[in-house]
């Protein structure tokens, strides 16, 4: 039988048994210059597959508005080229250690806990982008002719010992597996929702197996599984215990190990986190002597570019504790790493996957090019904040009690809160219910402090009549557990002593305001910046342009960009202390530096290394 296919104990291909040696690598968190090298060192590895998620929040920044979705066509073209099969896991949510966990600001903002429901509205958001981006999916299936319609597609022919899937399926593509939900059953119990997905998936054209991926506990399979939809389990360890909870829900078919955590992702002012090379080359042994599938998470993590990493809460199995935000980097401790090359485990992965693979591994792509010479650059101009939002923010207005980010439309910066403490009156407390997530605060117009969730009253008692600026900054929607989705910004008030305070008014600096860099340009350099919060800007000359390291010495919190190219959030209290520049983001000569600090700085110069 032609095509692939789910069999009664392994993958088929065509009707052959084969087993599948997929990595994680996500296309929206590399360069899409730097795809295809990232793609050749997955065949290095020894891999016959690249799995990606698809963020909807990146592609639908407002509803009905979709940008770049072709991306991800692109990024499966590459795959095909590069000889490798695709599994595609299109949302609706992802988790991913990714902003809302893929899911887009304005739905969660509007619906709230109906998301990831049988909810008609949020299935018509849902239907909607389902049908755009099965668009870039449905063409690229392998054994389906480019042709076929929903109702008529049928397989085509292929021979997948010829090597590449560009030449096996020259009418489709790479795509072997598209995923219904993901890890469903770490949130829900839907199983009409789910169902609904399922039929939605089959309803615009996908005819490759479908699949779901939960953690292997009963409770999790018995959430997220459907009743003839291939199960398949995540885990870091403990392979031969966790495929055998699978096999107690699913007595038949193929196993697989749909992520397997080889590493893992840090939190801003928490330890860097590593996994022993050996470890977890053993740990992938372990799967593989268990007959299953394995596809590895990450096998190359790349970067959180313009600030769009998640976060997660503490708090144990509830994830109700405190917030922690999600560094730039994602380079998890993969085996390839955020620069795109090989580490020790990588060699010890390409040495496990060579027993159960079916040809040698080919030899690594050359690595990219480096920074021909380091340089240092003084930004020099610089505009402060007020000076900022009022070119690139959006309308002010007063609103009664201050609104979230999401009624602002602000899905990734920060808002303005300015308020009026009426007097006279004696000096109290003034302190700030429901904060999501830190807010730097004036008090006619001096620094009064940083509140955040866990310190939400400012040190010193504030005296009427005042006025009050509050510089609030989101540092990532949660991306898992039964938070995610909530608020960001002032969520319950502005009180002063027990008494709100109304009259807010409130304007957003959303970050892909600086998308436009003539806009940017036109901001108005002003006075001397002496360290305070602000945009600086300056130009930075390169000789031999390549991958390279940008060090902030002396900055504390706010984003980079290198000729517009948005580099993500650095932050001085670590673990992550430089940022990573792809090589294709510099050009020789000069380059273009906007540095946004949120809270002060002690110089104005980066590196580039």
């Not at 590895?45 to 692109?74: I, K």
């Not at 999916?137 to 480019?146: F, W």
């Not at 005819?207 to 506990?217: A, C, I, K, M």
């Not at 330890?271 to 992938?284: F, I, K, M, P, Q």
């Amino acid at each position: 039988m032609d095509g692939f296919r789910v069999g009664e104990d392994d993958f088929e291909l065509d009707g052959r048994p084969v087993r599948l040696l997929s990595g994680a690598l996500h296309y929206f968190r590399v360069h899409e210059a730097q795809w295809g090298h990232r793609l050749a060192m997955l065949r290095a590895m020894g891999l016959n597959c690249v799995e990606t998620y698809v963020p909807w929040n990146l592609h639908e920044p407002r509803p009905g508005a979709f940008r770049d979705v072709s991306a991800l066509g692109r990024f499966l073209d590459a795959a095909c080229e590069a000889g490798l099969w695709a599994i595609v896991r299109p949302g609706p949510y992802i988790c991913a250690e990714w902003e809302n966990g893929g899911l887009p600001h304005w739905l969660t903002g509007a619906l709230g806990t109906r998301v990831r429901t049988r909810d008609t509205e949020y299935l018509g958001h849902v239907e909607r982008w389902f049908r755009r981006v099965l668009r870039e999916v449905v063409p690229r299936q392998y054994g389906v002719p480019e042709t076929a319609s929903p109702d008529t597609g049928g397989p085509d022919s292929g021979d997948p010992d010829s090597g590449s899937p560009a030449s096996d399926a020259p009418h489709g593509g790479p795509v072997i597996m598209v995923q219904v939900e993901n890890e469903y059953g770490s949130y829900g119990s839907d199983q009409l929702y789910l169902r609904h997905l399922a039929d939605l998936l089959r309803a615009e054209g996908v005819r490759v197996p479908l699949f779901t991926s939960d953690g292997p506990e009963d409770h999790m399979l018995t959430g997220g599984s459907i009743p003839g939809v291939l199960a398949t389990a995540n885990f870091g360890s403990g392979a031969r215990a966790g495929f055998g909870t699978l096999r107690a829900h699913r007595p038949e078919g193929p196993l697989m190990c749909m992520e397997f955590w080889c590493g893992w992702f840090d939190h801003w002012g928490a330890e860097h986190v590593v996994r022993d090379a050996d470890d977890a080359a053993a740990a992938l042994r372990e799967i593989l002597e268990c007959g299953a599938s394995v596809n590895i998470y990450m096998a190359h993590g790349g970067t959180n570019f313009a600030g769009w990493a998640g976060a997660n809460r503490g708090g144990g199995a509830l994830h109700d504790g405190p917030l922690e935000p999600d560094v730039t980097s994602y380079d998890y401790d993969a085996p390839i790493d955020e620069t795109g090359r090989p580490t020790a485990k990588f060699w010890r992965f390409r040495e496990v996957l060579a027993k159960y693979a079916s040809e040698p591994p080919p030899e690594p792509p050359a690595p990219p090019p480096v920074l021909g010479a380091s340089a240092s650059a003084a930004l020099t101009d610089w505009s402060p904040l007020d000076t900022v939002l009022e070119h690139l923010g959006t309308p002010e207005a007063e609103y009664a009690v201050p609104p979230t980010f999401e009624q602002l439309d602000v899905d990734r910066g920060l808002v303005r809160y300015t308020v009026s403490v009426p007097g006279p009156r004696e000096p109290y407390p003034l302190s700030v219910r429901g904060l999501r997530d830190l807010a730097v605060v004036y008090v006619d117009g001096e620094r009064a402090g940083v509140l955040t969730e866990d310190e939400p009253v400012l040190a010193a008692p504030v005296t009427g009549h005042a006025r009050v600026e509050l510089w609030v900054e989101s540092l990532g929607r949660v991306n898992y557990g039964p938070r995610t989705g909530e608020p960001k910004g002032i969520t319950g008030g502005i009180l002063h002593e027990r008494q709100y305070l109304h009259g807010v008014r409130a304007r957003g600096l959303r970050l892909d305001a600086f998308d436009a860099p003539s806009a940017v340009r036109e901001v108005p350099a002003t006075g001397a910046a002496r360290g305070r919060p602000g945009l600086y800007r300056g130009t930075v000359e390169i000789t031999a342009p390549g991958d390279a390291t940008l060090e902030l010495p002396g900055w504390t919190r706010g984003f980079v960009w290198l000729n517009g190219f948005n580099l993500g959030r650095y932050w001085s209290m670590g673990p992550q202390r430089t940022l990573y520049v792809p090589g294709p983001v510099l050009r020789e000569g000069g380059n273009e530096v906007w540095v946004l600090e949120l809270e002060g700085t002690a110089g104005a110069e980066i590196t580039l290394s």
